[in-house]
């Protein structure tokens, strides 16, 4: 897809950080952006950035998590913008804890607003494009998705974002049937809001929203070597993906060594000590 211009753009999550970079991208290239966000006020913020730069957008209040919080969405927006033809997915919050201390919402809610907020905006908005033959949906994972073993204490986001990788390479094959782009976003460390704000996007029946960020256990920042690269370079690299429907998307090259020695490392083992079984005369 080369000519974005006067396309219509839904991002989750663009309240802030990741997001808000994508909507502010997307707009300074002619798309007409709905901006939706759990906080409403966050995405007002960031549709007056945009009208004030001469763009187009809707702020749109949002919960991922709910099904039909995502198709009220889907109908303002259709109202307001008409068709959408690019998705981004992006919604997301994080927890650091150990499994033992999590209670059943506090895991519910990794699921539920990271894969299935996904899984909630591709079943709104992949079938009109498919039927179309046009357009683009990228789902913001994580690297945790791709090297689990990279951060600790992350066990149900890990799960949850492995899960929107699993979905999003895997939706590409019929996409690319149907002639629809699809991208796997795989941050590493980016500069954003989550740090200081993860617990205030914590829906109610999850027993939020409560004050302050992310919890983080000691001996976290032993244990992981992050990089944080600010949204804005984040966003540059998700609208090339689309421009040439890149599969996937990373933001931190150091990851590389990390990917070999964990992910594939753990993979390949099991492949050896399968054909040293198969190799073993029964
Ligand atoms: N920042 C990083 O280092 C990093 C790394 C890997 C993955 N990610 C992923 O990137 C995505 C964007 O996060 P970010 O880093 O920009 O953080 P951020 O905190 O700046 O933005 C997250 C946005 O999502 C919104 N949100 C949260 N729950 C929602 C819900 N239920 N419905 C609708 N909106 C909701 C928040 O209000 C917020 O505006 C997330 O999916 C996150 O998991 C971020």
Known sequence: MQELSGRTAVVTGAGSGIGRALALALAGEGVAVAVADIIPANAQQVTDEITAAGGKAIAVECDVCCRD???????????????????????????????????????????????????????????????????????????????????PYHAPYAAAKMGIIGMMLNLRIEAAEAGVGCTVLCPGGVESGMKDNNARYRPDRFGGPQEGGVKIPEGFFQQADLHFRPASEVASLCL?????????????????????????????????????FDGQPG
Not at 107 to 113: A, K, L, P, T
Not at 264 to 270: D, E, I, P
């Open 69 to 151: 919080s995502v198709a009220t969405m889907k109908s303002r927006v259709l109202r307001e913008l008409g068709a959408v033809s690019l998705l981004f997915a992006n919604a997301g919050a994080t927890s650091f804890e150990y499994l033992p201390d999590m209670d059943q919402s506090d895991v519910d809610w990794m699921i539920q607003v990271n894969l299935m907020g996904v899984t909630h905006c591709l079943e709104a908005f992949y079938p009109d494009m498919a039927r179309a033959g046009d357009g683009h949906v990228m789902a913001t994972a994580s690297a945790a998705g791709l090297l689990p073993g990279w951060v």
């Open 240 to 276: 090339e993906a689309v421009r040439h429907n890149r599969p996937m998307v990373l933001t931190d090259s150091s990851l590389r060594q990390t990917y070999l020695d964990s992910y594939h490392q753990t993979v390949m083992s099991a492949f050896d000590e399968l054909e040293a």
